[in-house]
């Protein structure tokens, strides 16, 4: 079985992640967007296969490995015509069936395997550019907005600001000019659009249970919602290969009573500006955002960052006070593959800031985020077989992709409607793996 090819390319975050509750205001948040108008009709995608799983988070809940594809990958270099973020990229959209409806989501997590049911991943020459499952029958509002001002440096903070081409790095450190280009970057608005699951290369999972605290809170898919993807995978390997989008999730059916709804939302460093820039090449530098406003009192909980090859860590700072560093942890076996003779180790996970944080209107957010190309190399570029962001934008004279300086957090409004009916059993949080940065 085959999927769609893609029509709509999204960023993700994470994804890591970085997420996208709803598509905000192309005057506020500037980001790499839906690559052209979202088409009438997006094929139905029938799952391959479904597996039940026994709950980890809630007594009630249900736990499912759900797998899409087969999907096709074309050989590295490749000649394509196809609308792609990577220029060795494939890429394939749809609306995918056999996931819960009438239902609240706990935890999703995405990941590309073969038919044995094996891990695909740079050690096996598959690159996950982005898996992004988005709810088009929900719009929820982006509690953050920003402003183009520059902000006087943190306290005990070396940082450079986010100020075009008064910043450091690359080309003057001025962040790429992608979003002009409208084959891949154009600033489009499409309402009624919720990220709920995604993921890049680091196979980040989104977790929407507060495993901190007293919150209950999920991501809520009504019976009426339609649930999409929209995904692009790069293949290393001179022979096709072919993958399955595979998605293990936990929900709960119905609305327990007492639930918040949850959303996923993003910070970026470049505040307004959009997302990419190239950091300097020959030392460790932080770039520091412009000033973010709180539109809605809230919660803000289990955040991770979103950085690209040769990133080292992404902070959050509250009203000038350091609440989140998420770091990134790089290689291991799934992560790690001999170029044409030299060792690339990627992004596989990053540390997570488990405790909620309450935020009123009108609160000040900065993101901070810093890179070592030294330590850590940036994504290879296409003279090694595999193609970045070059041929979109600015050309980094470090040899690799551009950069990337996200925080992807989950945010529960305090004015969102809580559920009003069925179980409201308490579930027993289990303790996260990933460590807490504060």
């Known amino acids: 079985m085959g999927l769609s090819k893609s029509w709509l390319t999204v960023l993700l975050l994470g ?10 205001d192309s005057d506020r948040l500037g980001r790499r967007q839906l690559a052209v108008p979202l088409p009438q009709g997006l094929n139905p995608i029938q799952p391959a296969t479904i ?26 270099g490749a000649a394509h015509t196809d609308a792609t973020l990577d220029p060795n990229g494939s890429a394939f959209s749809g609306v995918l069936e056999g996931l819960c409806k009438n239902c609240i989501i706990l935890f999703g997590s995405t990941d590309l395997t073969y ?3 094996s891990h695909a991943d740079i050690a096996t020459g598959v690159y996950n550019h982005h898996v992004f499952i988005g709810n088009m029958g929900k719009t929820t509002p982006n509690p953050f907005n920003c402003s183009t001002e520059n902000l006087p440096p943190l306290p005990g903070a070396s940082t450079t600001p986010a100020a075009g081409s008064e910043a450091g790095g690359h080309s003057n450190g001025s962040e790429s000019n992608m979003d002009s280009h409208s084959h891949s970057h154009s600033k489009r608005q499409f309402a009624g659009l919720t990220q709920i699951m995604g993921s890049g290369d680091d196979g980040t999972p989104i977790d929407y249970f507060v495993r901190k605290g007293n919150l209950k809170a999920g991501s809520y898919v009504s019976p009426t919602d339609r649930i999409i993807h929209s995904s692009e995978f ?3 390997r001179k022979e096709e290969q072919s993958v399955y989008i595979t998605i293990q999730y936990e929900y709960v059916p119905g609305r327990p009573e007492g639930y918040k709804d949850a959303s996923m939302t993003s910070v970026s460093v470049l505040g307004c500006r959009g997302v990419a820039y190239y950091p300097p090449a020959n030392k460790s530098t932080t770039m520091l955002s412009p000033s973010y406003t709180v539109t809605r009192a809230g ?34 076996e799934s992560g790690t593959l001999v170029l044409e003779g030299s060792e690339w180790r990627t992004i596989q996970n990053y540390t997570k800031c488990l405790d909620p944080v309450s935020v009123k209107k009108g609160d000040e957010v900065i993101v901070a985020a810093t890179y070592d ?62 460590a807490i940065r504060s």
């Open 15 to 24: 994804q890591g992640i970085a997420g996208l509750p709803a598509l905000p």
């Open 51 to 76: 597996e039940k799983l026994a709950p980890l988070l809630y007594p009630i809940a249900e736990r499912e490995i759900v797998r899409y594809g087969p999907l096709k990958l074309r050989p590295a």
């Open 115 to 117: 038919e044995n049911g």
């Open 234 to 236: 790069v293949n290393y």
């Open 299 to 332: 919660t803000l909980y289990n955040m991770h960052a979103h950085l690209h090859d040769g990133g080292v860590d992404v902070s959050l700072y509250v009203n000038r006070m350091l609440v989140c560093t998420s770091t990134a942890l790089y290689g291991g």
């Open 373 to 434: 190309l030294i330590k850590h190399k940036l994504r290879p570029m296409a003279s090694m077989g595999h193609g970045d962001h070059s041929s979109e934008g600015m050309v980094s004279d470090a040899g690799g992709a551009e950069a990337m300086g996200m925080l992807a957090i989950i945010f529960a409004a305090d004015d969102s409607l809580p559920a009003a009916n069925t179980s409201s059993t308490v579930m027993n949080a289990t303790t996260g793996a990933n």
